[in-house]
Structure formats: structure tokens, C-alpha cells
């Protein structure tokens, strides 16, 4: 398991344990019944405090994704709840899995581009742009547009998950998304860190987001490394 680590814009520690491991049970890499590792040795791997890591654990407990057996270990349970965080980021690494965190690169509320596709109800909009991560590897650029009349946003107040700020500062929460999935050309604005240039034929989602408005909220698009990451839906 990747180091977890904590910055200024980044979810709770325990919550990104938390988040780490239900994205790895959905992706397959943790199976119904396996044993984790004793918690000494999962703590220190992810370099984390055992406190920390207790509470992570708890939290899938009460998901009903984990059982705790006194004096045998902790056993992954699937058929819990894969409620989380990040239950509408649809990238995983190659091999699985991988805990979404994102670098803010830019924040900017202007009036919305000719070449924006229709939503809400606000000439204007705010534009974020970010360069994200699966666990220490960047896999995707994306830039957001959130509907001007949904409120003003401050880059000292984003967090990695912005449905999670939403929620927390906005007051609304997003209910449901449409992915278009394609490719398209990296955009010039894409920093040197990411590992496609400008101009690169890479993989391309535009998605349109809703909250309790019959108009959608928010568009986005991102741009990910095909060699790095792929498009994961899954069905239940």
C-alpha cells in the first residue's frame, strides 16, 4: 500500500485509509474474506499512527465492509456498503484501485467560454483546474465548471473532494452524474508534470453533474493518461 499523506487541502487522514481500502475492495485487490495485515504492520507500512489506522478501520466496520475478530484479526466483508467519498471518480490505476488526490492548480470565477455546453442558470461560472493523482502517481488533468449562481469558492477551502466541499460549504450535494467517455487532444494549459503534452491524442470524460435542479450544477472534463489509468464503471 502507497504512504498516505496529509496536506492542508486533503481529507482527513484516517478518512484517506479509509477511502484507500474501499476503493481497492471495490477494484478487486482486497477479496471477501481476506485477513488484513496485524495493525502494527499496516500502520507502519502506511506510515500512520495506530490510532489512525483504528479509526480508518472502524469506519469500514460500520460500512459493513470489514469484520473484527477479537483475538483473530480484521477480515474484509464485501456486500457492505461502498458508500464513500469518492464513489463518482471513475479512474483507477492499471492494476486497481489507487486514493484520488489532486493538486489545485488554478481557481477563477469568469464568464462561462463560447464552447461550454449548456448548464445552470448563471452567465458566469467557476473554473477549476487540477492535476490529479492515484496515490503518488499523476494519471489525469481536469478542469470543473461549477454554475455561478451555486456560490463563491475559495481555493484556501478546497479540499481533494470537491462533492465533499460542496456538501460542507455550498450546502448541496451532487445526486447523479453523465459520463461521455472519448478521446481528445491534452489542452495547452496542462502542466509539464502530467505525463501527456499539449496537443497528445490521451483518454477524455466529460461529465455532467446534477444536484436537486432539473439543470445540471456543474461540467467537467479531464483528461487522463491511457497509460496510466483507466475508465472503471461498475454495475450492481
Same mark, same amino acid.
Not at 112 to 118: A, G, I, R, T
Given at each position: 500500500?502507497?504512504?498516505?499523506? #496529509? !496536506?492542508?487541502?486533503?481529507?482527513?487522514?484516517?478518512? #484517506?485509509? =479509509?477511502? *484507500?481500502?474501499i476503493?481497492?475492495?471495490?477494484?478487486g485487490?482486497l477479496?471477501?474474506?481476506e485477513?488484513?495485515?496485524?495493525?502494527?504492520?499496516?500502520a %507502519?507500512e502506511? +506510515?500512520?499512527s495506530?490510532?489512525?489506522?483504528r479509526?480508518?478501520?472502524?469506519?469500514?466496520t460500520?460500512?459493513?465492509? *470489514?469484520?473484527?475478530?477479537q /483475538?483473530s484479526?480484521n477480515?474484509?466483508r464485501?456486500g457492505? !456498503?461502498n458508500e464513500?467519498?469518492?464513489a463518482?471518480?471513475?479512474l %483507477?490505476l *492499471? =492494476? +486497481?484501485g489507487?486514493?484520488?488526490?489532486?493538486?489545485?492548480? %488554478?481557481?477563477d470565477r469568469?464568464?462561462?467560454?463560447?464552447?461550454?455546453?449548456?448548464? /445552470?442558470?448563471? &452567465?458566469?461560472g !467557476?473554473?477549476?483546474? &487540477?492535476?490529479?493523482y492515484?496515490?503518488?502517481?499523476?494519471?489525469?488533468?481536469?478542469?470543473? @465548471?461549477?454554475?455561478?449562481?451555486?456560490?463563491?469558492? &475559495?481555493?484556501?477551502?478546497?479540499?481533494?473532494s470537491?462533492?465533499?466541499?460542496?456538501?460542507? #460549504?455550498? +450546502?448541496? @450535494?451532487?445526486?447523479?452524474?453523465?459520463?461521455?467517455v !472519448?478521446?481528445?487532444?491534452?489542452?495547452?494549459?496542462?502542466?509539464?508534470?502530467?505525463?501527456?503534452a499539449?496537443?497528445?491524442?490521451? +483518454?477524455?470524460?466529460?461529465?455532467? =453533474? @446534477?444536484?436537486d435542479k432539473?439543470e445540471?450544477?456543474?461540467?467537467?472534463?479531464? @483528461?487522463?493518461d491511457?497509460d &496510466?489509468?483507466h475508465?472503471? #464503471?461498475?454495475?450492481?
Open positions: 500500500m502507497p504512504t498516505a499523506s #496529509q !496536506t492542508s487541502n486533503a481529507l482527513p487522514l484516517y478518512v #484517506q485509509i =479509509s477511502e *484507500l481500502l476503493r481497492d475492495i471495490a477494484a485487490r477479496l471477501d474474506g485477513r488484513l495485515p496485524p495493525e502494527r504492520d499496516m %507502519e502506511l +506510515g500512520i495506530i490510532g489512525t489506522l479509526k480508518a478501520l472502524a469506519d469500514l460500520e460500512k459493513g465492509l *470489514l469484520e473484527r475478530i /483475538g484479526g477480515y474484509i464485501q457492505g !456498503t464513500s467519498v469518492y463518482m471518480f471513475r %483507477e *492499471l =492494476s +486497481g489507487g486514493l484520488p488526490k489532486a493538486d489545485i492548480l %488554478e481557481v469568469v464568464f462561462k467560454p463560447e464552447d461550454l455546453p449548456v448548464f /445552470g442558470t448563471s &452567465r458566469e !467557476t473554473r477549476i483546474r &487540477r492535476l490529479r492515484l496515490n503518488e502517481t499523476i494519471v489525469a488533468v481536469e478542469e470543473i @465548471w461549477l454554475d455561478g449562481d451555486c456560490g463563491f469558492v &475559495r481555493k484556501d477551502q478546497l479540499s481533494d470537491l462533492y465533499r466541499f460542496y456538501q460542507k #460549504q455550498l +450546502g448541496f @450535494w451532487i445526486v447523479r452524474a453523465e459520463d461521455r !472519448t478521446i481528445k487532444a491534452v489542452p495547452d494549459w496542462a502542466p509539464e508534470a502530467f505525463n501527456k499539449p496537443g497528445t491524442l490521451t +483518454g477524455y470524460i466529460e461529465r455532467f =453533474s @446534477w444536484a432539473p445540471p450544477v456543474e461540467f467537467s472534463r479531464t @483528461w487522463f491511457t &496510466r489509468a475508465y472503471v #464503471q461498475r454495475l450492481k
